[in-house]
Every structure is written in structure tokens, then in C-alpha cells.
């Protein structure tokens, strides 16, 4: 009797672990805490990615080393701990220029990317439409272009025998940088296409009023859509949960106007992403008003709100009349003084009461604290939204005032 079939090993698959170090230059002007909670962000966007971080590592420096981002000694403490603790990947908290990757590389026994590189990848697994599919790989094309020296090293040295340049490395080389180019000039024709058909969609809507959702990521622009909106848009609590523009119509009260939710802002977003995505963020441009969301439970909800300001002017909506809402008020903790503590109060210490004070005595911008996952304060959100939507509708349609 034949056994072999039940003498064969059982195989089996193990899914193995990405592990990552993470790897920052605080500057000698910037605040060590706020280093921290920038590690503490990127972490987070690995997590996105699937990958689990083991360990950080940073060094005081005036600028990044422009040769190696950090220090000989570091990089070289990086790279040892990496091979003693099966590390998959190193991730560096600037973007790397490719002399930075390639002398990196050199160094490291495992794969290098930089912030950059990780937010192109959060976003290619996020993609799901074929217009969000192809502006991911249109912002990867040109993140890679520059990159692809180096990649053919191992083929320098096959160079012919005349005393010319033109060997085969060279020539591998050349022929994937005009692969690549090829491939971006047909992605944008693609783009124009695409972005053709939704400039018609637009132009159907007529002149209803349109408010925009905006917002650094994960600050709960989804979750608020879908209590407004009473929609089905996927909200997650990671980052970069939304990449395609949804848009819906809400009816207030016989107000009918248009609302969009889009793609989330973050910290040293890549000028590829902004470029690609600004035909995605033509529905934050066309806005009558932009409700600016804001996770007030983050500790730096403040240069979150600068980051949107400044990404906001960088796409040509800058400005644009803004209602500030403070989200996320169940979840906000501070730190209460003691009574004989006669040290000055930080921002640690400061009560939801005092932040409240604080933004309503700025009368430039107005702005409402609420709980959209726990529906505090919503009816004054539809209320105050309501008038400012009618507002608008009003000074568009002057005649139709006695239906509102």
C-alpha cells in the first residue's frame, strides 16, 4: 500500500509580522513633546499601513543631514538594533531625497521609506474607485521618477569595452525612466477625462447651495456626514478612511443644499497627493461654505487646524466662510490644577469650558463644540447650519425668501 500521500509534511503558512523602527530629527527650535506626538501620528499611519512599530529613534539636530538625515553614529545604531531584531522596515518621518534613500540603503539591512512613501502606500490600499485608483498610482509615478538611479547599480559594471557611458546599467535605466514618464502622461489624460465628466456632474446641480466637509483626517468628517446626511459613507478610526468625494443632497426644513465630505488633510501631505487630488478637492474650491471639522481631544488640535488653513490656501480655498466645529467633546481630557499649584496653566490644563470661552470670545470664526459619534449638541449643529445655509440661499435667490 502506497503511504506517500500520507507521509507528505503538512504545509503550513505563516503570515508574517511587518515590524518597522521609526526614525525622527528634532530640530534644536522645535518643542520635545511635539516630536513626540509627531512619532506618535506616524505610528499611527503605519498602524494604517499594517505595520507594527517597535521602536523609535530620534537625534537632536540643527537640519536633517542632508547625506544620511541623521548622524554616522546613529544610523549606524539604527542599523545594528534593525539585524538584531528581525526589523522589516525603517521609517523616516521627512521625505528622503533619493542621494538620502540610496546612502540609507547602503547602510541598512532592511527596507527604507519615508513619510512620503507611506502615505502613497496608505493610500493605494485605500483607493477604491477607479478615479481614486488612478490618482494614487499618478502621485506614485512621480514620487518614483526621480528615484530610479541606483536601482540598476548591479548593472554598472557590465558597461561595454569602448570607453563610452552608454552601458547596460544606463540604458536599463533610461529605458524605466521613459516607461514611467509614458505612464504619467496617460494618467493625466485619463484625469482630464474623468475630471471632464465630473465638471458636467457639477454643472447639473445647478446653483444649490454647497458645503464642504474639511478637515485634518481622522477627526470624524464621515461620522458627522452620515448624521447630516443620514448616508452610509465609511467612517473608521484610521487615517485616510476617505479618499473618493461623496456628496449629498440634505434637506432642512424645505432648504435644499449639497454636501460633500472629502479626502482628509494631514501634516507634510505630499505635494504628489495635492497635485493629483486637486480635482477631487474642485468640490472644497466650488463651496459656499466649509464646515472645518476638528478632533478637540487631540492635543494638538491647534496645528492641526493651521495645517487645514494652510493646505486649504495651497488648493485656492482659502477664502472661503468657515464654520468651525469642535468634534469629538466626549472624548476630551485635561489635566485640573491644584489649588496651591501657582505654576503657569498650559494648554494640559485647560477645561472644555475654558476652550469654549477662549474660541467664542474670537468673533472672526464660528464655530460649536460637539460629539457627532455620541449626537451632542447636534440639534444647535442643524440650527446654526441651517441659517447659514439659508443665508446664502437667500442672497443667491432674493425672491424666494418667504419659503424659508
Not at 465638471?199 to 458645503?211: D, T
Not at 477627526?219 to 456626514?225: A, F, I, N, R, Y
Request: glycine letters at 4%.
Amino acid at each position: 500500500m502506497d503511504n506517500n500521500k500520507n507521509n507528505k509534511p503538512t504545509e503550513v503558512v505563516e503570515q508574517t509580522e511587518t515590524r518597522a523602527v521609526l526614525v525622527a530629527v528634532i530640530r534644536d527650535s522645535q518643542d520635545p513633546r511635539q516630536a513626540t506626538e509627531f512619532l506618535d501620528e506616524l505610528e499611527f499611519l503605519a498602524l494604517t499601513a499594517s505595520i507594527t512599530t517597535v521602536k523609535r529613534f530620534t537625534q537632536r539636530l540643527p537640519q536633517p543631514s542632508s547625506r544620511i538625515y541623521v548622524g554616522p553614529g546613529k544610523l549606524e545604531e539604527i542599523a545594528t538594533y534593525c539585524a538584531d531584531n528581525e526589523i522589516n522596515v525603517v521609517i523616516f518621518d521627512d521625505e528622503l531625497s533619493p542621494s538620502q534613500t540610496r546612502n540609507i540603503e547602503a547602510a541598512m539591512p532592511c527596507r527604507v521609506i519615508d513619510r512620503t512613501r507611506l502615505i502613497l502606500d496608505i493610500f493605494h490600499q485605500r483607493a477604491q474607485t477607479a478615479y481614486a485608483k488612478t490618482q494614487v498610482e499618478l502621485a506614485q509615478c512621480e514620487y518614483m521618477l526621480p528615484r530610479l538611479t541606483g536601482m540598476w547599480t548591479h548593472l554598472e559594471r557590465q558597461r561595454g569595452g569602448t570607453g563610452t557611458r552608454g552601458g547596460a546599467g544606463e540604458r536599463e535605466i533610461e529605458t524605466d525612466r521613459r516607461i514611467v514618464r509614458n505612464r504619467i502622461a496617460k494618467l493625466k489624460e485619463d484625469l482630464k477625462k474623468i475630471d471632464k465628466q465630473m465638471a458636467v456632474q457639477r454643472s447639473n446641480r445647478g446653483s444649490m447651495v454647497r458645503v464642504s466637509l474639511v478637515g485634518y483626517t481622522n477627526v470624524g468628517k464621515s461620522t458627522l456626514m452620515n448624521l447630516i446626511a443620514k448616508s452610509e459613507v465609511f467612517a473608521e478610526n484610521k487615517l485616510f478612511a476617505t479618499l473618493d468625494t461623496t456628496v449629498r443632497k440634505v434637506v432642512f426644513d424645505n432648504l435644499p443644499f449639497l454636501l460633500s465630505d472629502t479626502v482628509g488633510f494631514i501634516r507634510k501631505l505630499p505635494t504628489q497627493l495635492i497635485e493629483s487630488f486637486k480635482s477631487t478637492l474642485d468640490e472644497v474650491r466650488e463651496a459656499d461654505l466649509l464646515i472645518h471639522v476638528v478632533d478637540v481631544s487631540h492635543p494638538q488640535f491647534e496645528d492641526q487646524i493651521d495645517v487645514v488653513k494652510q493646505t486649504l490656501q495651497d488648493i485656492g480655498a482659502g477664502d472661503k466662510p468657515v464654520y468651525l466645529v469642535f468634534n469629538k467633546i466626549d472624548a476630551y481630557t485635561y489635566i485640573k490644577k491644584e489649588e496651591d499649584d501657582l505654576t503657569p496653566a498650559t494648554k494640559e490644563n485647560r477645561s472644555l469650558d475654558d476652550l469654549r470661552q477662549s474660541w467664542f470670545a474670537r468673533q472672526n470664526t464660528p464655530c460649536i463644540f460637539l460629539s457627532a459619534r455620541e449626537k451632542m449638541n447636534i440639534d444647535k449643529f442643524r440650527r446654526d447650519l441651517y441659517g447659514m445655509v439659508r443665508e446664502i440661499h437667500c442672497g443667491r435667490y432674493p425672491f424666494n425668501n418667504f419659503l424659508y
